[in-house]
């Protein structure tokens, strides 16, 4: 090679070059400290009630390998559009995401995937595992009870599922609204799990006898049956008031009529919201009174706000103390309420009365939405035992053979994913059960942990590959966010408020492909690899090796520099002391 300098002259360039290779020169003699592949575990995974596996759904995703990204979903929960649609989304408070920029819209691209394996675009792959010989009863198709019944029948167990309703899906069928959750989308995740092998009985209530009964004929009894009677507010008049949770049961059913009268709705819950926000769609002017604050209510706060924005008056901090009838109108005595500057164990203000004078509410309609309690004493576990375990989801109570409570009966949080969660658990337990005894189902349920939380992860449980996943939890500060470039959250298109508060149709569509794509592309994968191999192409001694899909350190080599630690932009890797 030669250079052409200003006179024209050419003047030959000859540069060093060796012939001999440097294979010989072992740098691995100078570490100190070797570099490990050492998957942790994400934030948003330890946060989810259903554990799953939510930094290797978004890779899986983001590498078009969308089959296998529905296939994580299912092995932690059977309703992905369902929750993409239902769950508050715990997950994506916690994002590491947050601190760049906005997290990342998990449940929407849950959603998303759900919906493409509604529309035959995705065919799931997990398989059933050979039959266990055994028969398992479950009290309730609710969502515990559904998931209860995917994971037992996918572990190889039969299942009969009693549900004293006409259809399955419990409060998913009969208590969420359509415009939130539309009956195609939950009748085809039922009809999916049901593909596994369980037997539902459907028009069968269920008496104390029948469980006494079941537990001579199953080898054991899950009963999740949920909250089948609304809670009273003790108060004269009461009576005066229309059940919350019955006029939602009424309406899937088509059997309320446009109104155009004036209602209140008493109770700041998921349930009083959506009582609130259908009255309206029904023509009726409506207002939710509520004994604390606004931002203490328990609904998701993205539902309170499009109520608001729907025309549904707050009154805050008023509490009922009476009903009576004026002739055509009903006449609510309320107690103005204070802030006590203290908080519950919950987090919401304590309130007082006021001391002041009362407060008079003239409506046409009431409805009572505060809670909710079994419908009989002996669905609670009351009766509790040295013997009795009470596990994060579910009680066992001591019974031969295995009696569970779960659901709603012993979730601290009355969600749909905490559903999902006891149903797992319920089915977990149950197998350890009868593979290795009641004193082992502690310390083998504490091994699948996700992270620091209560959440369980099935694939673990199952000898999957992240049942090496250190419980470590990924932070903010161990992101290279050199590789993250802001970007902003997509956001799924919404009815017009017009349209929204004159129909029942679905408010929010499922994000297109391209939208999908590109947000599953900020999901930073905290604590596990997705191949980029920013290790092998960083790496000074070319030490980092790949043989048969697996990267793998060759010590030889490596001098442990740290520069493939450092390079690594989701804390996949570290640096561990030479022995």
Not at 51 to 72: K, S, V, W
Not at 156 to 171: F, K, L, Q, V
Not at 425 to 433: H, V
Request: net charge neutral; with cysteine.
């Amino acid at each position: 090679m030669a250079q052409e300098p200003e006179n024209g002259k050419k003047i030959p360039l000859f540069i060093s070059r060796s012939h001999i290779l440097t294979d010989v020169n072992k740098t691995g003699s100078w570490r100190f400290v070797r570099p490990i592949y050492r998957e942790k575990t994400a934030p948003c995974s330890t946060a989810c009630p259903a554990g799953q596996d939510i930094p290797r759904i978004e890779m899986f995703f983001n590498q078009n390998q969308f089959e296998d990204a529905l296939n994580t979903i299912l092995f932690e929960n059977p309703f992905p559009s369902v929750c993409g649609r239902v769950c508050f989304h715990p997950c994506e408070r916690v994002c590491n995401r947050a601190g760049l920029d906005e997290p990342v819209a998990v449940h929407d691209l849950e959603r998303f995937i759900g919906d493409a394996a509604a529309r035959g675009e995705l065919k799931p792959g997990l398989k059933k595992l050979p039959a266990k010989g055994k028969t398992v009863c479950i009290i309730g198709a609710g969502p515990a009870g559904m998931a209860a019944g995917y994971f037992l029948s996918r572990m190889g167990y039969s299942c009969d599922i009693y549900e004293a309703r006409s259809e399955p899906g419990g409060i998913l069928r009969w208590g969420i609204p359509r415009y939130r959750l539309p009956e195609t989308v939950l009748t085809f995740e039922i009809d999916r799990i049901k593909q596994y092998g369980l037997k539902i009985s459907c028009n069968t209530p269920v008496t104390h006898d029948f469980v006494e009964d079941a537990k001579n004929r199953y080898q054991a009894v899950f009963i999740a049956c949920g909250h089948g009677r609304s809670l009273k507010m003790n108060i004269p008049g009461e009576h005066m008031a229309d059940d919350g949770l019955d006029y939602l049961n009424r309406l899937r059913k088509g059997d309320t009529a446009p109104s155009t009268t004036t209602a209140a709705v008493i109770g700041g819950g998921n349930t009083a919201i959506d009582v609130a926000r259908s009255l309206v769609r029904q023509g009726t002017k409506t207002t939710l009174i509520y004994r604390r604050q606004k931002q203490d209510m328990p609904a998701f706060k993205e539902e309170v706000e499009m109520a608001v924005e729907e025309g549904v008056t707050i009154m805050e901090l008023f509490s009922p103390v009476k009903i009576e009838k004026h002739d055509e109108e009903f006449v609510i005595s309320l107690q103005k309420m204070k802030t006590a500057g203290m908080e519950t164990d919950r987090g919401r203000s304590r309130v007082i009365p006021d001391g002041g004078p009362g407060h008079q509410f003239r409506t046409l309609k009431i409805f009572t939405a505060i809670g909710a309690e079994p419908a009989d004493p002996w669905l609670s576990p009351l009766q509790k035992t040295d013997a009795t375990l009470d596990l994060s989801h579910c009680t066992l109570a001591d019974s031969d053979p295995p009696l569970l409570y779960g659901g709603d009966l012993t979730n601290a949080i009355q969600s749909v994913p905490d559903a999902v969660a006891s149903g797992k658990q319920a089915a977990m337990a149950i197998d350890i059960f009868f593979k290795q005894g009641r004193h082992a189902i502690t310390d083998r349920l504490n091994s699948c942990r996700v992270g620091n939380g209560p959440a369980l992860s099935m694939a673990r449980y199952m000898g999957e590959k992240q049942r090496n996943r250190h419980e470590d939890v990924v932070s903010f500060e161990h992101i290279n966010l050199d590789y993250f470039p802001r970007e902003s959250r997509a956001e799924t298109k919404t009815l017009s408020l017009d349209d929204r508060v004159r129909s029942f149709d679905e408010i929010k569509t499922t994000l297109t492909i391209d939208r999908a794509l590109k947000e599953s592309r900020r999901c930073f994968n905290c604590g596990i690899c997705n191949a980029c191999d920013n290790c092998r192409i960083f790496c000074p001694e070319i030490a980092v090796t790949l043989h048969a899909g697996e990267r793998q350190i060759d010590l030889d080599y490596c001098k442990g520099c740290g520069i493939c630690v450092v390079e690594c932009p989701r804390s996949a890797m570290e640096l561990q002391e030479e022995g």
